[in-house]
C-alpha cells in the first residue's frame, strides 16, 4: 500500500493556522511575545539575505535565523547536495560501516583548522559543546570546568553548567562543577588553575550576548596558563566560526592561538540539516576512544548523517570557491565604519563594536534633559526597553529583522547572512539612521511604542 503525502497541500489548507497551532502544541509564549511586539508576520518565501511575504515585499534579514543562515536562505548549491543525496538513496546510518561523506567532511573542515587533527560530528552547537566538556574532562581526569561571565554555549544541562546568563540556568540547579572568570582576566583565571581540579575553559573569542571581545593578547595567555597547569582551551566558535568575524574561525585572529578542542555548528548547517561539529587533538580523541571496548563510548545517533554530511560539504564549497571569507571582512569594515560614525551624531548611541559581520550596537544614556528623563523611564521599567523600541521600527517601518543581543541589554546585534552586500548595508544604515532621527526628536511613534513596552514589564513585574 502506498501511502500519498503532499506537504504543499497540508501547508495550502493548514499554514494560516501558524500561530494558532503554536500557542496550543509548542512554547504558548512565543507567539504571545510575537503578538506583543509586532513581530507576528506571515513569510511566504525565502532568498539569501530577504523573506519575502505575499504581497511581494521583501524584508532584509540581519538575524541570519541566529547565525544558522550564512549563505543566506536556499542556496541552490546546498539545495543541489541536498537534492543530490537524497537521489543517490545510500545506505545511510547502518552504524557498522564507514561511509565517505562524513571523511571527506572531517578532511575539508581540518583543512581551515590548523592544529587540530580529528572530528566528532553531531546534531547542534550545544551537542559540539557536551562532547568538548565530556571529551576535556576524561582526557585530563579533572572535572571542573570555567567558564567566562555572560558566556553563552547552549541550554542542554552540560552546557548551562557553562552558560554565564543565570537566567537559563535558575531553576535548573544542580549542574556541572563549574566557575564562572570574568573574559579577559588573567589573574582570575590562574587563581582558579591553581586548585587543580580543572579541566577546561571554554571560551566563545566574541561574546554572543552583548558581542564582547576577547581582549588582545588573552587567549594566547590563557592558553599558556591553562598549559601550564594540564588543562585544556575549548573554542566555541558555533556562532563565531566559519567565516562570520572575517577569518574562518575568530581565535585565528590571534596568533599563536591553537585551542585544543573547537566547537562548531549553525552555518556548517547551510540552514538545512542540523549539524554540530566537534574539532579536537589527535591524542585527545586517542585518549577517548582508547580501545575497542571503548569505540561507542560517545556517539550521536542522528551524527555524520549522509544529508547533514552532503551540506556541510557544500557549505564549505561556496565558502571557498566565493571566497566568503574575505568578502566578509570587506563588507563588515563598512558596516561598521558606517556606524561607528554615526556615534558622534547621536547621543543615545554609545558603542559599535565587533568583527566581521558579528557587530553589536549599544545604546546608553543621554546627555540632554528631555531624552535623560525618557531613558530614565525607561530603565526603571526594565533595562533593555530602548533596544526593543529600535528592533521594532526597523521591522514595522523598513522591514528589517534584527535581534537584541540578550535579556536586560540596551545591545542590537547584527548577525545578517555572510553574503549581504553593499546595498544591504546601505539600506540597513539609511533605516537606522531614520530610527535613531525618530528617536532623538523627543515624540513619535516611538516613544509611543516605548509607552506600551513599560506597560507590559510593569505588568509582567
Not at 557553562?162 to 587563581?191: C, I, K, M, S, Y
Not at 571569507?325 to 554609545?350: I, P
Not at 540632554?368 to 523611564?377: D, E, G
Not at 528589517?400 to 540596551?410: A, K, R, Y
Amino acid at each position: 500500500m502506498t501511502t500519498e503525502f503532499d506537504l504543499g497541500a497540508l501547508l495550502a489548507e493548514r499554514g494560516a493556522e501558524r500561530y494558532e497551532l503554536h500557542t496550543k502544541y509548542l512554547n504558548p509564549q512565543l507567539p504571545r511575545m510575537l503578538h506583543t511586539i509586532g513581530f507576528d508576520k506571515v513569510y511566504e518565501r525565502a532568498e539569501g539575505a530577504h523573506f519575502y511575504d505575499a504581497d511581494g515585499n521583501d524584508y532584509l534579514d540581519m538575524l541570519a535565523g541566529f547565525g544558522v543562515m550564512g549563505l543566506g536562505r536556499n542556496h541552490p548549491v546546498v539545495r543541489k547536495a541536498l537534492h543530490d543525496v537524497l537521489d543517490l538513496n545510500l545506505a545511510d546510518l547502518t552504524r557498522f560501516d564507514c561511509q565517505p561523506l562524513p571523511g571527506l567532511l572531517a578532511q575539508r573542515l581540518l583543512a581551515h583548522s590548523p592544529h587540530l587533527d580529528r572530528v566528532f560530528f553531531g546534531n547542534s552547537g550545544t551537542e559540539a559543546v557536551e562532547t568538548a566538556l565530556k571529551f576535556a574532562r576524561y582526557a585530563t581526569g579533572r572535572p571542573r570546568v570555567l567558564y567566562c561571565d555572560h558566556a553563552f554555549h547552549g541550554l542542554t544541562t552540560g552546557s548551562l553548567s557553562v552558560n554565564g546568563e543565570d537566567g537559563f540556568r535558575d531553576g535548573f540547579a544542580p549542574l556541572l562543577p563549574d566557575t564562572a572568570v570574568p573574559l579577559g582576566d588573567l589573574d582570575a583565571l590562574a587563581r582558579e588553575l591553581k586548585k587543580g581540579d580543572v579541566a577546561a575553559l571554554i571560551v566563545e573569542p566574541i561574546q554572543g550576548k552583548g558581542v564582547h571581545e576577547a581582549p588582545p593578547g588573552y587567549l594566547r595567555a590563557a592558553q599558556e596558563l591553562l598549559h601550564g597547569h594540564k588543562a585544556l582551551l575549548i573554542a566555541d566558535e558555533v556562532q563565531t566560526g566559519l567565516g562570520r568575524t572575517g577569518d574562518f574561525y575568530a581565535y585565528q585572529h590571534e596568533d599563536g592561538v591553537e585551542p585544543d578542542l573547537v566547537c562548531v555548528a549553525k552555518a556548517l548547517s547551510g540552514g538545512y540539516v542540523p549539524i554540530g561539529a566537534t574539532l579536537g587533538k589527535d591524542w585527545i580523541f586517542k585518549k577517548v576512544y582508547s580501545s575497542m571496548d571503548r569505540v561507542l563510548v560517545h556517539s550521536a545517533s542522528f551524527g555524520s548523517n549522509a544529508q547533514a554530511m552532503a551540506c556541510g560539504l557544500a557549505v564549505l564549497s561556496v565558502m571557498e570557491d566565493d571566497r566568503i571569507v574575505a568578502s566578509v571582512r570587506t563588507t563588515g569594515e563598512l558596516l561598521k565604519s558606517r556606524l561607528t560614525a554615526l556615534t558622534d551624531k547621536y547621543e543615545l548611541l554609545a558603542d559599535v563594536r565587533g568583527r566581521g559581520l558579528m557587530i553589536g550596537i549599544e545604546f546608553g544614556k543621554p546627555g540632554s534633559l528631555k531624552l535623560r528623563s525618557r531613558w530614565a523611564m525607561l530603565q526603571a521599567a526594565r533595562k533593555g526597553l530602548f533596544a526593543q523600541m529600535v528592533v521594532v521600527p526597523l521591522l514595522q517601518r523598513h522591514r528589517i529583522l534584527t535581534q537584541v543581543s540578550g535579556d536586560h541589554l540596551e545591545v542590537i546585534k547584527l548577525i545578517p547572512p555572510l553574503v549581504v552586500d553593499e546595498a544591504d548595508v546601505d539600506r540597513f544604515v539609511d533605516a537606522f539612521t531614520a530610527v535613531m532621527d525618530d528617536a532623538h526628536s523627543g515624540g513619535g511613534l516611538m516613544w509611543d511604542f516605548g509607552k506600551t513596552l513599560i506597560k507590559q514589564a510593569v505588568a509582567n513585574r
